[in-house]
């Protein structure tokens, strides 16, 4: 009733406005993925708590639209609200554009926030509606009147990362940013991008929920930069600290004056597919250079001090996760455990790690049938018993000064059917198909998907996903612009080549709606390997450290190779965890769980 209700004050407005229909995004006005509590505006119209998809409201109908990640979780969470939901991906659901068609006659309105979406989506989104006698009105932020007890905006205090950890000081990173600027012929560039931000400034917060950066805008310049920023966050020293690099603070709501005060003439280089609506019409008097944010690939592409910190950090990581596996592999069926207190555990081992912050996203805890929902989410109102039997999967991870981790293990907790070790097997071959692979340089994304997704095509199963995105130095767990994905999609960048020191994770799976759901994951680093006549090879090197459980797995349905890789990742594994585990027990326990097969 709670959602009706809000449904019903919403249509209110839309009727006060004019408005056939109104789309709210899953968004904020700094393109982020994991939004701040603030922005949390479709979920708290719609009652869905995934972190994507877009719901739009018409006078006597509402449907949201989200991925295959979250058709199962979508289905319990929108029953009885009166919203349908959209599987998009799936033959014959329309497009957002085609739905709103739909509902809104010719001459009508409908409406979007433009501080929360992007000029390109506002232009794309109206170019489609004009075609149908349809407006695209800007409606501005009607949720503060609306949602009575709206969160705040964080307010939590801004920290410099050491050059240590970042291995780039702020000038020589403004440095880069600037030679973009120059060869693209533009004197300033304009982001809202909260992890490039975070990047080029080496700041971090904890603004965002498990992503610690800092709602902010900056304005770089020839010769120097404006971040705009929630000045009472930035301590003096970290004031002065900027200040000697160039940096200048405004408040963060001065942002559109700032904009509109630019001299005309101004050439400014802006991302249309990031920077939002209503901040590209503040410039509209300047020359406006479209062009990809510099620091979106520049980051992508870590430094030696960056990869040496991750791969301290993944070790730390791993030794939690494996202290997390020989508890629940000693304690399964003798200690009352549940998807809850799993993961309070974990969270218990990562704390006692040197430099741990906080996790890196929600850790999912999925025992049996609700790891079929990709992005499952136990609550103390739903949450399952764990027995000494069938699966468990604990997608996890963390961030550390050191960097951020991103982490995937299926736990055989007793005894498990056939077939979900026939699945298993599948999805470890993947996982170790793509992880051992060597390819020419140019490859990207696309061209390497198949090696990980191709144990599951055997079996005549896919899972609804990409097989891996590249994650950032101690900023998001996801970050662009590599990934691994079978088809090119209109929104990402699969067409990357992947180049030296990109971080991607590789995480092949097996969802069975009401059965079980299976994933492994492990973080690659992409490395040079020889260079001869036929160009440079390249292949990957894994830096997470913890084992792959080998209770689930059926070694004659592994190749020979795919058994050598496993074996060879297991001696890594062992070789770093096994001095620091805490007694004889332990690595007798490790050496036993790395076994060569």
Partial sequence: MQIIDRLKAFRARMEEENMAAVIVPT????????????????????GFTGSAGTLVVGREEAALFTDGRYFIQAEKQLAGTGIALMRMGVEGVPSVEEYVAGIAKPGESCGVDFSVISSHFAADTSDTLASRDIALRDTGDWFTELWTDRPAMPEDPVYLLE???????????????????????????????????????????????????????LLVGKESAIWFVDTKKVSEAVQDQLFGEGVYLREYSEIQSALESIEP???????????????????ADTNIIQHENPAFRIKAVKNDVELENLRQAHIKDGLA?????????????????????????????????????????????????????????????????????????????AQYLEGTTDITR????????????????????????????????????????????????????????GTGH??????????????????????????????????????????????????????????????????????????????????????????????????????FVCEKLEPLMADDDERAWLRHATRAI
């Fill in 27 to 46: 968004a904020d006005s700094h393109a982020s993925e994991y939004l701040a509590d603030y922005f949390k505006t479709r979920q708290w119209l719609s």
């Fill in 265 to 283: 003439g101004t050439s400014v280089m802006i991302d249309g597919r990031k920077l939002t609506a209503n901040l590209c019409a503040a410039l």
């Fill in 163 to 217: 050059e240590k950890y970042t291995g780039m000081g702020v000038s020589a990173k403004l440095r880069r940013i600037r030679e973009a600027m120059e060869k693209a012929g533009a004197d300033m560039h304009l982001t809202n991008v909260l992890d490039e931000i975070a990047w080029m400034l080496n700041v971090r917060g904890n603004d965002v929920h498990c992503t610690p950066v800092v709602m902010s805008y």
């Fill in 410 to 465: 299926t736990f055989a907790m007793g005894e498990v059917a056939q077939v979900q070790k026939e699945h298993f097997t599948a999805v470890v071959c993947g996982m170790l198909n793509l992880q051992c692979a060597k390819f020419l340089h140019g490859c990207t994304g696309i061209g390497l998907d198949i090696l990980a997704r191709g144990p599951m095509w055997d079996m005549g199963i896919d899972y609804r996903c």
């Fill in 321 to 397: 996760v494996t202290r997390l596996m020989y508890w629940l592999k000693k304690n399964a069926g003798k200690v009352e455990m549940d998807e809850l207190s799993v993961d309070e555990k974990l969270l218990s081992l990562r704390a006692q790690q040197e430099h741990f912050i906080s996790p890196s996203f929600d850790t999912i805890c999925a025992y049996r049938a609700n790891a079929a929902m990709m992005h499952y989410r136990a609550t103390p109102e739903s949450h399952a018993k764990i027995e000494a039997k069938d699966l468990l999967l604990i997608d996890s991870g």
């Fill in 470 to 571: 590249g994650v950032g130095y101690l900023l998001s767990v996801h970050e662009g612009p590599n990934a691994f994905r079978w088809y090119k999609s209109p929104t990402r960048n699969e067409d990357t080549v992947l180049d030296a020191g990109m971080v991607t994770t590789d995480e092949p799976g097996v969802y069975i709606e009401g059965s079980h759901g299976i994933r492994i994951e492990n973080e690659l680093v992409c490395r040079q390997l020889e260079n001869n006549e036929y160009g440079q090879f390249m292949g990957f090197e894994a830096i997470t450290c913890a084992p792959i459980d080998l209770d689930a797995v059926i070694p004659e349905q592994m190749t020979k190779r795919q058994r050598q890789c496993l074996n060879s990742y297991h001696a």
